[in-house]
């Protein structure tokens, strides 16, 4: 009788853990690996063409889970192709998982350098370090059922990527079994004087508000926090990262706060609020930078990061779920404490002028809005650019976007993890310069039972960044023809330039199933959105002020 392999125990602790696949891309130091998990069969291996594809899709696995998406390369060349996903994945707070492939042991000690090592066999170790909240070298089987366990339940308690290495030699290895997830615990005094303090200074303000942010979805806390707003009777409001939190919640939301870019009435009372409660908020520029009267967060209520400030007050090593816990407990479903007058829900644009006048991103909200009115909400993976602040203009809709990374190039590959990971249709929303980047991937989608609609935000160049400095030929990307491409790839290709033509693709691309539908949207350079004509001046407004 066969003994469990160091395989089949990961395969054992990541399926305890939530995972439910991997993406890959093979190579010779990782061969083994592969041989041993797909052998194993619980856990399939989904191979993109590139390694920022991989740990994209895997990236928004975890965020649409709430648990551990799982990237698998080779070392060097792979695993270093895999940094910037993982950074993001950091920034973001995303448990992803890192299964890199590594020389052997007599091979590391051979004397010879190796092929994709560069500069010591460790570097890419060190690298890893920089980007990821735990590690482990599974070179001693004894030891590794106990690392497994470590560095995976960090990444769950501490939501963000890990990082584990096993040599080629010793996935077919026999090995003990791994630790069962462990179960979190915390100083309950330590969060029921929190949650008290916390609760007094919203009762006793004049206007309290809630903003949620990105934790709350990567712990699992939506309902829960919906069920908190209702029973407390907050104005709920999304952060920027946090847009598309408690869409499916059943609550009012009061729309998403953008400083000076966003609704001035909105942004006027969060910047005022006398108790602004930020859940699971990312205090970063991309959240706060454009306020028009910058937030004193020293006297605002900020639970993030295992931590909760009140005031002047910090109570340190206190997990967001354990304080909303503790805040439900406190508020009984019939106590619902009168507050301020909410904001008035915002109205989001619709009704798209079905006529040949050329299409603006703004139409593009209207379209898919319209969409939206007829056939109900679709999940929504987003690059960076105007495709990002346009979706600030939809109806709210589940959204995954590198909000505050920034990175060009997630749309495609997270749409796949998206759609891969929820079973449900997504539309992804990419600018031609992302696309050019990543955007390849979707000729994989076919091979992975994946039909997801593309729209290419096709204006022949990086229009954010001409829009901050409109000098210079940089910008430029060309008119590329990305309809006849989808093709090839095995979807369908929809070219517009007009409105009507915008409306008859949408309407076309969600009749067809089975094919990934590309709508290539030929954009004028210099066609912008609103929210991102707002956002770009308030920036300049704000880091070049008028002399007074």
């Given at each position: 009788m066969s003994h469990p392999t160091l395989a089949q125990r990961l395969v054992d602790a990541l399926l305890a853990r939530?995972?439910?696949?991997?993406?890959?891309?093979?190579?010779?130091?990782?061969?083994?690996?592969?041989?041993?998990?797909?052998?194993?069969?619980?856990?399939?291996?989904?191979?993109?063409?590139?390694?920022?594809?991989?740990?994209?899709?895997?990236?928004?696995?975890?965020?649409?889970?709430?648990?551990?998406?799982?990237?698998?390369?080779?070392?060097?060349?792979?695993?270093?192709?895999?940094?910037?996903?993982?950074?993001?994945?950091?920034?973001?707070?995303?448990?992803?998982?890192?299964?890199?492939?590594?020389?052997?042991?007599?091979?590391?000690?051979?004397?010879?350098?190796?092929?994709?090592?560069?500069?010591?066999?460790?570097?890419?170790?060190?690298?890893?370090?920089?980007?990821?909240?735990?590690?482990?070298?599974?070179?001693?089987?004894?030891?590794?059922?106990?690392?497994?366990?470590?560095?995976?339940?960090?990444?769950?308690?501490?939501?963000?990527?890990?990082?584990?290495?096993?040599?080629?030699?010793?996935?077919?290895?026999?090995?003990?079994?791994?630790?069962?997830?462990?179960?979190?615990?915390?100083?309950?005094?330590?969060?029921?004087?929190?949650?008290?303090?916390?609760?007094?200074?919203?009762r006793a303000a004049r206007d309290p508000l809630l903003v949620v942010g990105v934790e709350v979805r990567r712990y699992g806390l939506e309902a829960k926090v919906a069920e908190l707003a209702r029973r407390l009777g907050l104005p709920v409001i999304t952060s920027f990262m946090g847009r598309g939190l408690l869409a499916e919640a059943g609550i009012p939301l009061a729309g998403t706060y953008l400083g000076l870019a966003g609704d001035p009435e909105l942004s006027h009372r969060v910047e005022h609020s006398d108790a602004l409660l930020l859940l699971g908020v990312i205090v970063s520029d991309t959240n706060f930078a454009v306020s028009?009267?910058?937030?004193?967060?020293?006297?605002?209520?900020?639970?993030?990061?295992?931590?909760?400030?009140?005031?002047?007050?910090?109570?340190?090593?206190?997990?967001?779920?354990?304080?909303?816990?503790?805040?439900?407990?406190?508020?009984?479903?019939?106590?619902?404490?009168?507050?301020?007058?909410?904001?008035?829900?915002?109205?989001?644009?619709?009704?798209?002028?079905?006529?040949?006048?050329?299409?603006?991103?703004?139409?593009?909200?209207?379209?898919?809005?319209d969409l939206f009115a007829r056939h109900g909400p679709m999940p929504i993976a987003s690059d960076v650019g105007d495709c990002l602040f346009t979706a600030m203009a939809l109806r709210p809709s589940a959204l995954l976007a590198p909000g505050y990374y920034a990175t060009m190039g997630y749309g495609v590959p997270a749409g796949l993890g998206l759609q891969q990971a929820s079973g449900q249709r997504p539309l992804i929303l990419v600018g031609d310069g992302a696309f050019q980047m990543t955007g390849w991937e979707i000729g994989h989608a076919a091979r992975l039972g994946l039909d997801p609609i593309v729209l290419v935000f096709n204006n022949s160049g990086w229009e954010m960044l001409r829009s901050f400095l409109p000098e210079g030929g940089f910008h430029d990307l060309g008119r590329w023809d990305f309809a006849s491409m989808a093709g090839g790839m095995g979807g369908d290709g929809h070219a517009v330039k007009t409105r009507a033509e915008l409306a008859a693709a949408l309407r076309k691309a969600l009749a067809t199933r089975g094919r990934f539908q590309l709508i290539d949207i030929r954009l004028a350079p210099g066609a912008r959105s609103q929210t991102l004509q707002r956002f770009v001046a308030a920036v300049k407004r704000l880091s070049m002020p008028e002399p007074a």
């Open positions: 939530g995972a439910r696949e991997i993406f890959g891309i093979p190579g010779d130091f990782a061969l083994p690996l592969f041989r041993e998990i797909e052998r194993d069969g619980r856990l399939p291996i989904l191979t993109l063409a590139h390694e920022p594809g991989v740990g994209f899709a895997a990236d928004a696995t975890a965020r649409v889970r709430g648990a551990l998406g799982v990237a698998a390369v080779t070392y060097g060349a792979g695993a270093l192709n895999l940094v910037n996903a993982v950074a993001g994945a950091y920034a973001e707070r995303v448990p992803l998982v890192v299964l890199s492939g590594a020389p052997a042991a007599h091979e590391a000690v051979s004397g010879l350098l190796l092929h994709h090592q560069v500069k010591q066999l460790d570097s890419q170790w060190r690298l890893y370090e920089e980007i990821t909240a735990d590690r482990a070298r599974l070179d001693d089987l004894e030891r590794a059922p106990q690392a497994i366990a470590r560095v995976l339940d960090t990444a769950l308690a501490r939501s963000r990527p890990v990082y584990l290495e096993i040599p080629r030699d010793l996935p077919g290895q026999p090995c003990a079994a791994v630790p069962a997830p462990a179960i979190r615990t915390w100083d309950a005094e330590r969060v029921a004087a929190a949650a008290d303090e916390l609760l007094a200074r919203l028009a009267k910058r937030i004193d967060f020293r006297h605002a209520l900020v639970a993030y990061d295992d931590e909760v400030r009140v005031g002047h007050h910090v109570y340190p090593e206190l997990p967001l779920a354990a304080l909303v816990d503790a805040l439900l407990q406190r508020c009984p479903p019939q106590a619902r404490p009168a507050v301020a007058a909410p904001p008035a829900p915002p109205a989001y644009p619709q009704g798209l002028a079905e006529d040949d006048e050329p299409v603006a991103p703004d139409d593009i909200a209207r379209a898919i809005n």
